[in-house]
């Protein structure tokens, strides 16, 4: 039976659709700090690039973002996000015809949040949550489909989602797979085990990895990997490699974004590319918002009895920035913890650090 389970905390909503005990789809949401996707605007042409085939845009909150197609400097053009800032670029929008009154750039309607994203994928699925803050921010629609539960997340599903985070991965038949993102593509490794049949090794390897290929692509959907993606077998000579490719085109037929195998590389490398929408798990997770955030989760897990003093939280600049522009987060955990949280610039902290003081 199909589930969608919620585990809310300061400014994040982790959303894990359940089908007994196999994660399915995952996301994060963060009501604070929307990431744009499916947003309408009116954005005011600034410069036009037409051999990049669009124009660069202004937007009402002073960002820019890149709309396709070709327009005359200084319209007001009507536009959908169809791609959130990531990888180091801004929004990517495209034309659309939505009639509006707005004589400057203007935020004309939100996109649908991820939860309402996975909601309409398993429109039979109730929604589980164990915290009243999550059911006031759930839209209207689908509160039908609220279950009370006194806890979203087991460690059986905590352990699921907090294993996404990890760069490296088990697939079926012990296959392991390291995730490495670069600012042009993310490259995944293939490992084969050591046990691997050694009388006929090239057969046996590539069945073990056709085999480790659904729940790779599995993977590939949960992180919401997108843009181009180069996968590299394992134990497979280059030659045989193209082989590969039709069970692989097949392991992603039901990825919703229709992501494509292309082909494999002279090199042997397997080729697919996925549309790119929200961003990816795991600049959510490493940017200093998403570090901020988890900051808050820990130390609420960590809250001592009684009443406590108010909490300071040292960080390094961009986290404490990044916090300090989430008023959904920092309120959120004021009513959670009981008192406020204090915020302290660290010059000297990576950006992955942070410490506590009480």
């Known amino acids: 039976m199909m589930e969608i389970r919620i585990a809310w905390s300061p400014g994040e909503a982790r959303i894990a659709a359940m089908d007994g005990d196999t994660l399915q789809d995952f996301a994060l949401w963060r009501p604070g700090k929307p990431d744009g996707y499916g947003d309408r605007h009116a ?58 009154a707005a004589t400057e750039p203007a935020l004309l309607a939100r ?9 309409a994928r398993y429109p039979d699925a109730p929604i589980l949550i164990d915290e009243p803050a999550v059911a006031a921010r759930i839209p ?21 989602c907090d294993a996404l985070s990890e760069p490296v991965t088990e697939l079926k038949g012990g296959v392991r797979a390291t995730f490495t993102p670069t600012p042009a593509l993310m490259a995944i490794d293939l490992d084969c085990p050591e046990n691997t049949d050694r009388r006929s090794r090239a057969t046996a390897q590539a069945g073990v990895n056709m085999a480790a290929f659904p729940d790779l692509c599995r993977e590939i959907r949960l992180r919401n990997l997108s843009g181009a993606i180069l996968i ?14 039709p069970p692989l085109r097949e392991a992603l037929q039901h990825d919703p974004m229709k992501p494509q195998a292309l082909g494999a590389t002279a090199l042997g490398l397997l080729e697919v590319v996925r549309t790119r929408s929200r961003p ?16 808050l989760r820990q130390i609420i897990a960590q809250r001592p009895t009684g009443a406590p ?17 989430d008023t959904v987060a920092l309120d959120s955990f004021s009513t959670t913890y009981g008192t406020p949280l204090r915020l302290e610039l660290a010059p000297d902290y990576p950006v992955n650090y942070w410490s506590l003081h009480i």
């Open 280 to 295: 990816p798990l795991h600049e959510l997770l490493n940017a200093p918002h998403g570090i901020g955030l988890s900051a």
């Open 140 to 160: 209207a629609s689908l509160r039908a489909r609220i279950v009370r539960t006194p806890a979203a997340f087991d460690a059986h599903v905590t352990a699921l």
């Open 111 to 119: 996109g649908p949040t991820p939860l309402e994203t996975i909601a």
């Open 232 to 245: 590299d077998p394992a134990g497979v000579t280059p030659r045989k490699r193209p082989a590969l490719v």
């Open 309 to 325: 003093p108010p909490p300071t939280l040292k960080a390094a600049i961009s986290v404490v920035r990044a916090l300090e522009t």
């Open 43 to 100: 954005v005011r042409i600034l410069k036009s690039a037409e051999n990049m085939g669009g124009a660069f845009v202004s937007l009402a909150d002073g960002s820019d973002g890149f709309l396709t197609g070709q327009h005359a400097v200084g319209d007001l053009v009507s536009a959908l996000v169809v791609r959130s800032p990531q990888g180091g670029k801004g929004l990517r929008l495209k034309p659309i015809e939505m009639a509006h």
